[in-house]
């Protein structure tokens, strides 16, 4: 039998002989396998032979214990186990798109909005269906857009704008770069504070790649550049800990401190020039990708906290 014919019997052939196939290879014999399904040996035998007729090639040796794969047998067993395997994740997939009670959330967002944006919205999903199964990762500079872009993730929270065509944004809201303080500092009476009055003070800022800090060096003077925060940190935590102790101020998104300062712990105080930087929290996804009805849910619910966080 040429190639062109091989080709052409191949997407016709039923999965369930597909699955025939794998089993006598993994059992030995068609005896063994026919059991396994409730078939008889001789019906199974003749699945195979016509099989092996219309592929024009002989898929097994025949041998007294049994049955052993032929070169091309590997070849068709090796395609039908992938093809099988396909057909399941589709089906798993299509179950999950059809029920938000199960099924997973692959969501991605940066390290700053974890703790008041992210978590309360992940914990109400996680008591309501604890069936799903839900992914956070906490993205550093454009993991979180790769991530999209490979279908790593459904949806992602994060304060870097995507700039791929094909990452649509779902929702955003200014995220504006801010300083706070302990209500016993200096500065905590004052409400606003330049950038370069700040930095001549000890200071706790994000590191220097993060966005906040790229939107906060702008609005720090060249000739003052060279003042370094006393102390780095990737960890908005660690920031506030910082402003909390009374060691000065702190160089923080807006969004990431509003409960502190709803409850009086720390004085958030505003930047003069910060309304001029781009600085977002952005809900995103990839336009073509297809999400479980789960992820679909979690997502909308982030899009409308987007107008009341």
Known sequence: MG????????????????????????????????QTVNLTSSSLSRKIALLEHELGVALFERHSRGMRPTDAGELVID????????????????????????????????????????????????????????DLQVAVGRQ????????????????????????EIVAERSNRVVAIVDRTHPFAARGRISAAEL??????????TYNSRVAFNSLVPDSLRDLQPQMTASSTAALKAYALAGLGAAIVPELTVLADAASGDLV??????????????????????????????????????????
């Open 144 to 167: 979180a857009e790769r991530a999209l872009l490979t279908d790593g993730a459904d949806f992602a929270v994060i304060i870097t704008v995507p700039t791929h065509p094909d990452i």
């Open 3 to 34: 190639r062109t014919k091989i080709v052409g019997a191949l997407p016709r052939l039923p999965l369930e002989v597909l699955r025939y196939v794998v089993l006598i290879a993994e059992k030995g014999s068609t005896l063994a396998a026919a």
């Open 79 to 134: 395609a039908a186990r992938q093809m099988l395997t396909r057909m399941e994740r589709l089906a798993s997939d299509i179950d999950d798109i059809c029920a938000v009670g199960r099924g997973s959330v692959r969501l991605y967002t940066s390290q700053a909005l974890v703790e008041h944006i992210v978590m309360p919205r992940v914990l109400q999903m996680a008591a309501e269906f604890p069936e799903v199964k839900i």
């Open 199 to 208: 930095v001549t003070t000890p200071f706790a800022a994000l590191p220097a």
């Open 268 to 309: 958030v105080l505003a930047l003069e020039g910060a309304e001029k930087t781009d600085t977002r929290m952005c809900l995103c996804r990839r336009r073509s990708h297809i999400m479980g009805s789960a992820a679909q849910r979690l997502m909308e619910e982030f899009a409308r906290s987007f107008s009341t966080t």
